[in-house]
């Protein structure tokens, strides 16, 4: 185990020796590529930080109304028949919206039910096996518009794919958990 703490402790540096290194070696003024790069990130962040305020205020008009709360009591039958608790379905679809909205309400699933209990196993599975496929596509999007179009030729398999992909984390992480506990 203390050889995982070293080279975990080493990491971060290592990384920042090599990018010194490479850019010596290459001859690359390394601080003006750093500012440019900066700069260039500085762009993407003024351009996208309206939609997610706009994300951000939905998802807590939707906690604080109570919605996902009728939601998941609306689906509970079909929760309890796949055997999906229905207290983690918020969470579940949040998560693909916003991962510090899901953060919140896998906090509140610990506090209520405990983080061993099966609605925290789960719910500690599916934040680890799925992405916020909404807020990275639109982040893509946006970063992408005013270049060429070839970059988001294709897309329209996209959305499609992700939602496949999260469906199956989602259901991995249900057959894990009725297998564990």
């Not at 203390?2 to 090599?18: C, D, E, K, Q």
């Not at 351009?47 to 998802?59: E, N, R, S, V, Y």
């Not at 998941?72 to 028949?81: C, G, H, L, Q, V």
């Not at 925290?120 to 893509?140: A, K, P, R, W």
Request: a positive charge; glycine letters at 8%.
């Amino acid at each position: 185990m203390n050889i995982l703490t070293f080279l975990s402790n080493i990491m971060i540096p290592l990384i920042i020796f090599y990018i010194i290194g490479y850019g010596l070696l290459s001859k690359t003024d390394i601080f003006d590529a750093f500012v440019k790069g900066a700069a260039d990130g500085m762009k993407v962040v003024a351009g996208i930080l309206p939609t997610l305020i706009g994300l951000m205020i939905a998802i807590g008009i939707l906690r604080e109304s109570g919605c996902l709360t009728a939601l998941a009591n609306t689906i509970k039958p079909f929760a309890d028949a796949v055997r999906f608790p229905a207290q983690v379905v918020p969470l579940a679809l949040i998560k693909m919206v916003s991962s510090s909205a899901a953060m919140g309400l896998l906090i509140d699933i610990f506090k209520q039910f405990g983080t061993d209990s099966v609605e925290g196993y789960l719910s500690s599975l599916l934040m680890c096996c799925s992405e916020t496929i909404f807020y990275t596509i639109s982040v893509y999007f946006l970063a992408t518009k005013d270049k060429e179009h070839k970059a988001i030729k294709g897309g329209r398999w996209l959305l499609a794919g992700a939602l496949l992909s999260t469906f199956a984390g989602m259901a991995a992480s249900m057959v894990l958990t009725n297998m564990m506990l």
